[in-house]
């Protein structure tokens, strides 16, 4: 499968996900034009500190679009697999072309449950007092725990490792693990900071 590929560190998109963004530079409307010819896809991936890909990201189907006044492109991408690149296509356009290999990881869904959930949102709440995040965590309560653990990174200031990290778990419990972990050492660090501080 040929995508576009957005690279763009930080904004991390998950399979079952959303993600907004306000397209505005040239190189990136011409992708939008390209997806909006083919299947809307667009591949959403991060790159490493060598500015070099990471093998592997997300395709987003563009669901939902809007031009403004002055050119620029409100999109919004639902994700729909995780993807590896295969390689790089040769460049004919502004954008990055790629052939890439879907994904298809099945995800069991049973495996969660309420008083994981209880102890992800206590640690969740810990994590975003001691960030100063300003953030009612009643409005994301009430949200489907297979949400939850995938809208808490793609919202919060985890390094790009460690957002790509999680994207590459496809396990649901290992995810959750590994999301606790980055939660209680981000905690732990803000803790002793203040204290040295």
Do not use: W
């Amino acid at each position: 499968m040929q995508i576009p590929i957005f690279p763009l560190n930080g904004a991390v998109l998950f399979p079952g996900t959303s993600l907004p963004l306000n397209i505005f530079e040239e190189r990136y409307i011409e992708m939008v034009d390209y997806a909006f010819s083919k299947e809307r896809c667009i591949g959403m991936i991060q790159t490493d500190e060598k500015n070099n890909l990471y093998n592997i990201g997300c395709i987003g189907k563009i669901h939902s679009f809007s031009e403004t006044a002055d050119g620029r492109y409100l999109i919004s991408l639902q994700g729909i697999n995780c993807f590896k690149i295969k390689r790089e296509l040769e460049k004919k356009y502004k954008f990055r072309l790629i052939e890439a290999e879907i994904l298809n990881f099945k995800e069991d869904k049973n495996y969660l449950n309420e008083d994981q959930k209880s102890s992800l949102l206590e640690k969740y709440s810990q994590y975003i007092k001691v960030k100063k995040i300003n953030l009612n965590l009643e409005e994301i309560q009430n949200i489907d725990f297979n949400q939850i653990i995938k809208f808490i990174p793609m919202i919060s200031p985890f390094s790009d490792i460690e957002k790509q990290v999680l994207l590459e778990t496809h396990n649901l419990v290992d995810f959750y693990k590994k999301l606790q972990s980055i939660l209680e050492l981000e905690i732990v660090d803000d803790i002793k900071s203040d204290s040295i501080n």
